[in-house]
């Protein structure tokens, strides 16, 4: 037959050879009731109340959804009061983050954050940080410098 002309012989694909083990299908994120529970391709939706595909529980997502009473608290596993949010807050009588309490601005250094000055966006609360102080120059909070009542008023918080 010439070349692109029908033939009568059917191409047949060659199959796949059967297995004998048996596939378990992945649960749903769908059925993960637990925020703590809903981790790898899963993570917990705030928004949407519900553990779904492709979101990432964040720690004080941990807490939501329903988990049994034994679950540990995930807030103890943050370590820096600056990061101590939401439903988690800082115990200074206790030295570390927990649910339902929360963070004042004299404990967002609490803990191990490393350089305690950073980040703290405005003159009013940086004054507030033992051994931070603002500096109009780079308009930030810096570690060794005095928060003057100028600056207090120039880099307030909104």
Known sequence: APSGAPTDTPSIAPSAAPTDTPTTAPTPC???LCGADCTGPCGWST???RC???AFTT???KLLGACPTSTADPCLAITCGA???GVCGWSTD???CETGLHTN???R???DCGDPCKGIPCAPDCKEILGCGWRTKTSQCEAGQKTTNAELLAFPCS
């Open 109 to 111: 250094t609490a803990g």
């Open 47 to 49: 928004r949407n109340g």
């Open 105 to 107: 601005s004299a404990e």
């Open 52 to 54: 779904e595909a492709g």
């Open 30 to 32: 769908s059925a993960v």
């Open 83 to 85: 990061d101590c949010t």
């Open 59 to 61: 720690s004080p997502e």
């Open 94 to 96: 206790r030295g570390q």
